[in-house]
């Protein structure tokens, strides 16, 4: 009975977030559709055909696994730190709040908003690509597992942004001044083969590369890192955050005075 | 059985401001109850500890016996809450915000779309179910908030100044509401408010909260009877120069056609108006000159011990 209970709490706030970013498509899901498609378009059939292989692979193909990655890394993040600081902010959070769900229920169901609408925008965008590129799959479990577990990790990362917000410039600050960067030197548009050495092992302390490159793999079959160190790395951060994250709700920290 | 019990509550917030100190209150099982006391009393730290939207610094909080801290979800499933300020998702419509609501306490959906069905409709909501919240009245949003907090059927109800803010037609039908589930339905009610007149229509009990402490709590007429004296307002049909003399009734003039007269708890309204007939005074209507709770529970804030000395009509 409680079993069920929590599971019918926790599709609630599922829904919830689905009709939220569904209802708001044209600032949810085109965009990423087509910023993506500039992307291709620029960096894949204009400047790509010059630069010529990377990897051993054509240049649209070396960053096509990149570019989804970034779109499901900030759609990830956003979805849940706009969604959960708007509930913060319009305070009805505390619809939730006073009801039984535990908070281990409410954190999944924020979480299950922000890996559907990443993964949703995933698929938006690999479908863009198809236009510019017919893309190679090596593996579909790497490609799956490494895609959903980024976009729980960055879920998270989010999630907890929202905790600690007070205002609106307090959710953008990590997107635009860490996410965005970490992405882009994350190899989406370059292998780090390519970089002098120290630069290259400055690169290797960036989390975003090792999930990059684990993408990567389950298209192009292609790393410059060791996809199981990718796999334990994602792993690891998804706990110290969900830990992290429970910590702050049972403490009731931005929520409860 | 108690609905509410808080023993040794004590809240203090960051910064050292002290919101409560050892507040023990119960409330029974079917009372309609109402918690009074000034801005800045405390009403909202304990109404906000007991939804658990206020952490405590210590105490214990059950709900039904239910300890809040132990067993969280029983005792919260059994509490409904109305905030006093519209905490909705205003792009949300009437109907997701109940049937969200239901979702949150683990109510499945075909069993929520009937309830919620059936609370719109009584609260005059249902043609409106499609309507986004933003877009609703003042009155209306007060409605959903009642709505949205009935739709898991809560046994205890706490509403936080429900009707500030709501014209009278809709005051006296949230009024009629609030007794029709609190006598049909059984739910314990739970009220704070500024108006005072309400607590005293509405209310079988009463507490009044000052300064973080519970400084009464008592059945509603037995704070009335408390008062030793009734004040009334006479309107007269002709001006009166004089009072006449030997009027036993404690009177004030305070126009050519009005009066202000005590009743004391020893006289009747029949003794003041064989009076009036003797000395020849023509009234034409008479009210009350203010709510009497009001007059009591102003006392009661200034710390006044002999309540009975308090005026009240």
New interface residues.
């Given amino acids: 009975m409680?079993q069920?209970?929590?599971l019918?709490?926790l599709?609630?706030?599922a829904?919830?977030e689905a009709?939220?970013y569904l209802?708001i498509w044209v600032q949810t899901l085109l965009p990423p559709a087509i910023t993506m498609a500039l992307y291709f378009v620029i960096f894949g059939n204009l400047i790509g055909p010059r630069i010529g292989t990377m990897d051993g692979h054509t240049y649209i193909d070396f960053i096509v696994p990149g570019i989804i990655m970034m779109a499901v890394i900030t759609n990830s993040y956003s979805n849940v730190v706009s969604s959960f600081f708007g509930?913060k902010f319009?305070?009805?959070v505390?619809?939730?709040?006073?009801?039984?769900?535990?908070n281990s229920v409410i954190l999944l169901g924020y979480i299950s908003g922000g890996v559907s609408r990443g993964l949703l925008t995933g698929l938006i965008v690999t479908l863009v690509s198809l236009i510019f590129t017919r893309l190679p799959i090596h593996s579909i479990p790497v490609t799956v597992s490494v895609v959903f577990l980024t976009s729980v990790l960055f879920s998270l990362g989010g999630f907890i942004n929202a905790v600690f917000a007070r205002k609106f410039d307090d959710i953008s600050i990590v997107p635009v001044f860490i996410l965005t960067p970490l992405t882009y030197l994350g190899g989406v548009f370059y292998s780090i083969n390519l970089l002098p050495d120290f630069w290259r092992m400055v690169s290797m302390a960036n989390p975003v590369l090792y999930m990059v490159n684990a993408f990567r793999y389950g298209f192009l079959g292609a790393s410059d890192i060791d996809i199981w160190l990718a796999y334990g790395l994602i792993l690891i951060f998804i706990a110290i955050l969900a830990g992290f994250a429970m910590y702050l709700l049972h403490r009731?920290v931005g929520l409860?005075? | 059985m108690k609905a509410l019990t808080l023993e040794h509550l004590n809240k203090t917030?960051k910064g050292g401001v002290v919101a409560l100190r050892d507040v023990n209150l119960t409330v029974d099982q079917g009372d309609f109850f109402g918690l009074l006391g000034p801005n800045g009393a405390g009403k909202s730290t304990l109404i906000?500890i007991i939804?658990?939207?206020?952490?405590k610094t210590s105490g214990r909080v059950a709900v039904f016996d239910h300890d809040l801290d132990r067993h969280?979800?029983?005792?919260?499933?059994s509490?409904g809450?109305v905030?006093q300020?519209f905490?909705?998702?205003?792009?949300?419509t009437v109907e997701?915000?109940v049937l969200?609501?239901a979702?949150?306490?683990?109510?499945?959906r075909g069993v929520a779309r009937q309830r919620a069905e059936r609370y719109l409709r009584e609260l005059g909501l249902w043609e409106k179910r499609r309507a986004v919240s933003r877009t609703l009245s003042g009155g209306m949003k007060r409605r959903l908030m009642i709505a949205?907090a009935l739709v898991?059927e809560p046994r205890l109800l706490i509403l936080d100044e429900p009707t500030a803010g709501v014209d009278i037609e809709l005051r006296r039908s949230m009024w009629q509401f609030l007794r029709d589930i609190n006598r049909a339905d059984g739910v314990t009610i739970i009220l704070t408010t500024h108006y005072l007149e309400e607590a005293e229509n509405l209310c079988r009990n009463i507490a009044i909260i000052d300064e973080g402490r519970i400084i009464e709590h008592t059945d509603t007429q037995s704070l009335l009877t408390r008062l030793n004296t009734h004040e009334f307002v006479l309107d007269l049909t002709a001006p009166l120069d004089s009072l006449p003399a030997g009027f036993p009734f404690q009177t004030q003039q305070i126009a050519p056609r009005q009066l202000e007269v005590q009743v004391g708890r020893d006289q009747t309204l029949t003794e003041l108006f064989l009076e009036l007939e003797r000395t020849g005074i023509q009234v034409s209507s008479m009210k009350n000159k203010s709510n009497r709770l009001e007059e009591l529970f102003l006392r009661l804030l200034r710390g006044d011990s002999d309540t009975g000395t308090a005026s009240g009509g």
């Fill in positions: 409680y069920q209970r929590t019918i709490a599709a609630t706030i829904r919830k009709q939220r209802r509930a319009q305070r009805h505390e619809e939730i709040l006073v009801s039984p769900t535990p009731g409860r005075s | 917030y906000g939804s658990s939207l206020v952490t969280p979800w029983e005792a919260k499933a509490l809450l905030p300020e905490n909705f998702n205003n792009f949300e997701q915000i969200n609501q979702g949150y306490y683990g109510i499945r949205r898991h």
